[in-house]
């Protein structure tokens, strides 16, 4: 029997793509998409707009019940005071297991969903029908993200960038709490050496091969 909702599911790191492939194989399968970093971001805000402390776990459990997923605004959520606060209560188990239950559900809505961020294959959906591991180099991240920041007006040195992308890469794969790693079924796909275009066609090609493989083994 045909599952009502399909869900893909798209890991990796800082600046690795992941989100502008996710946006497109979104529209490509006529999929909902929800970008689960702005998830925390938009509980930070919320707590800042409120004047609240960041290390409440109380106040910051009930701002993430309080979320409304369909309606996060990625402008708005982009400033740089609000990354920080996000990092701040990210850590919280309390946080992440009031948005994780609130991802599980936008995911499980029809027609489903493709869902990008740091654990979405191993903790919020581990039965995804897709699940994708998007990697680059530190290097490459760095100069991505140094390049956009340039592009946007914005002044910063690529050694800071790149820094900065190792120490998150370190926080991310080292946090007690659902750690940055591969789903031990996910398909890798390293954007290293690949335009936009070329990563999108790639990844397009691995979900369809996995869907053929799943309806052939759901027909024997």
């Given at each position: 029997?045909?599952?009502?909702?399909?869900i893909?599911?798209?890991?990796?790191?800082a600046a690795?793509g992941?989100g502008t492939?996710?946006?497109?194989?979104?529209?490509?399968?006529g999929?909902?998409?929800?970008?689960t970093?702005?998830?925390?971001?938009?509980v930070?805000?919320?707590?800042?707009d409120?004047?609240?402390p960041?290390?409440n776990?109380?106040e910051?459990?009930?701002a993430?019940?309080?979320?409304?997923?369909g309606a996060?605004?990625?402008?708005?959520?982009?400033a740089?005071?609000?990354g920080?606060a996000?990092?701040?209560?990210a850590?919280?188990?309390e946080?992440?297991?009031?948005l994780?239950?609130k991802?599980?559900?936008?995911?499980?809505?029809?027609p489903?969903a493709?869902?990008?961020?740091?654990?979405?294959?191993?903790?919020?959906?581990?039965?995804?029908?897709?699940k994708?591991?998007v990697?680059?180099?530190?290097?490459?991240?760095?100069?991505?993200?140094?390049?956009?920041?340039?592009?946007g007006?914005?002044?910063?040195?690529?050694?800071?960038?790149l820094a900065?992308?190792?120490r998150?890469d370190?926080?991310?794969m080292s946090?007690?709490?659902s750690?940055?790693?591969?789903?031990?079924?996910?398909?890798?796909?390293d954007?290293?050496?690949m335009?936009?275009?070329?990563a999108?066609q790639?990844a397009?090609?691995l979900i369809?091969?996995?869907?053929?493989?799943?309806n052939?083994?759901?027909?024997?």
């Amino acid at each position: 029997m045909r599952r009502e909702s399909l869900i893909i599911a798209i890991d990796g790191p800082a600046a690795s793509g992941k989100g502008t492939l996710a946006r497109r194989l979104a529209a490509r399968y006529g999929l909902n998409h929800l970008d689960t970093g702005l998830t925390y971001r938009a509980v930070a805000r919320a707590l800042l707009d409120a004047g609240l402390p960041l290390d409440n776990a109380q106040e910051a459990e009930a701002a993430a019940r309080a979320v409304d997923l369909g309606a996060l605004d990625r402008q708005a959520l982009a400033a740089h005071a609000v990354g920080e606060a996000a990092s701040k209560i990210a850590v919280m188990p309390e946080v992440r297991r009031a948005l994780v239950e609130k991802q599980r559900a936008f995911a499980a809505s029809p027609p489903g969903a493709v869902l990008d961020g740091r654990d979405i294959g191993t903790v919020v959906c581990p039965n995804a029908d897709v699940k994708l591991y998007v990697t680059a180099s530190p290097q490459v991240r760095a100069e991505r993200r140094w390049k956009e920041i340039l592009s946007g007006g914005g002044e910063v040195d690529y050694a800071a960038v790149l820094a900065d992308v190792e120490r998150r890469d370190v926080r991310d794969m080292s946090r007690a709490d659902s750690p940055l790693r591969p789903a031990d079924d996910a398909h890798l796909l390293d954007t290293s050496e690949m335009d936009i275009e070329t990563a999108f066609q790639a990844a397009v090609a691995l979900i369809d091969a996995a869907l053929a493989g799943r309806n052939a083994d759901g027909r024997r």
